[in-house]
């Protein structure tokens, strides 16, 4: 069977944890790079189809093809390492400390943040003939998405920055479920369905994803969109990234830690155990 069960995928996050803590400090910047650089892609490919068609919809079910990409060539977002690192530290893995954890996510942030923005200004030249004329239908609409992204969540105060965290909640509840997803089949068309179902979601709800965000936002300051660096950082990134932490370690890793590695002892009766009624491991992995 091509399918991963619970127990055994837990294990499989852990180590992937592991690995990405221990990691070069080159290949993590590379990875990084190349991880926001797809998925930033992706996300213009999908403002573009949702534009010229009309269908919001048809762009969000196009959308995770970069995420896809992304994830089968092993690159990485911030947003995936939020989950898995910490549970190698949980896991008491040798040489995976908090300073190490901290460090991993340091560097994944300037990368992806790097790709981001190298392909921001690849579409912003795109958009506009190499800035010699106004930007393109599409680049207006990435101009707007910042402005409503940033000072409209302004607009309502504290009340919106309450909503632009919960979206960043949100946002990282479905995609570090996608991160986890990647590991649940052997196969590729398995990876790839997985994958593609809260990918789907998270982008057609419009949750607040930060490395998607680390381009559309420097995309529509150089398309001319009416908002600050400022009003980025502090009414969309800033909160962004740390509703994306909370989200993805949260309802995604240490839950299925919590009931999948750490499983609590069952309730059956003291009689039983060490009988043939009580499962072995091997027998529970094969029960779930």
């Not at 200004?121 to 409503?148: C, D, K, N, R």
């Not at 105060?157 to 052997?186: D, E, H, K, P, Q």
């Not at 607040?208 to 908002?227: C, K, R, T, W, Y």
Request: charged content about 10%; aromatic content about 10%.
């Amino acid at each position: 069977m091509t399918h991963v069960k619970p127990a055994d995928l837990v294990t499989r996050m852990i180590d992937a944890g592991e690995a990405k803590v221990h990691l070069s400090t080159r290949d993590t910047l590379i990875r990084a790079f190349m991880g926001a650089a797809l998925l930033t892609i992706a996300a213009a490919f999908a403002v573009t189809v949702s534009t010229q068609t009309g269908e919001p919809l048809l762009g969000a079910i196009l959308f995770p093809v970069g995420f896809i990409m992304l994830y089968l060539l092993g690159f990485d977002l911030l947003t995936g390492v939020f989950t898995l690192a910490p549970l190698a530290w949980l896991a008491k893995r040798p040489g995976v400390t908090v300073g190490a954890v901290l460090r991993n996510w340091g560097l994944v942030f300037v990368g992806n943040l790097a790709g981001a923005i190298m392909v921001a200004v690849l579409m912003a030249i795109y958009f506009t003939y190499g800035f010699s004329t106004e930007p393109s239908e599409v680049g207006q609409a990435i101009g707007v998405i910042g402005e409503g992204r940033t000072v409209g969540y302004a607009d309502h105060g504290a009340a919106g920055m309450l909503t632009l965290f919960v979206r960043g909640v949100l946002c990282n509840w479905m995609v570090s479920t996608g991160v986890v997803f990647a590991m649940i089949s052997t196969s590729v068309i398995g990876k790839v369905v997985a994958m593609w179902m809260p990918i789907m979601l998270f982008f057609y709800m419009g949750f607040e994803h930060s490395i998607v965000n680390m381009f559309l936002f420097p995309s529509g300051l150089l398309l001319g969109a009416d908002f600050t660096i400022m009003d980025y950082l502090v009414w969309n990134e800033i909160p962004t990234v740390i509703g994306n932490l909370v989200g993805g370690l949260t309802f995604v890793g240490l839950v299925l830690y919590a009931t999948h590695y750490r499983t609590a002892p069952d309730r059956r009766p003291v009689a039983l155990v060490g009988t043939a009624a009580e499962p072995t491991p091997e027998r529970e992995r094969e029960l779930v």
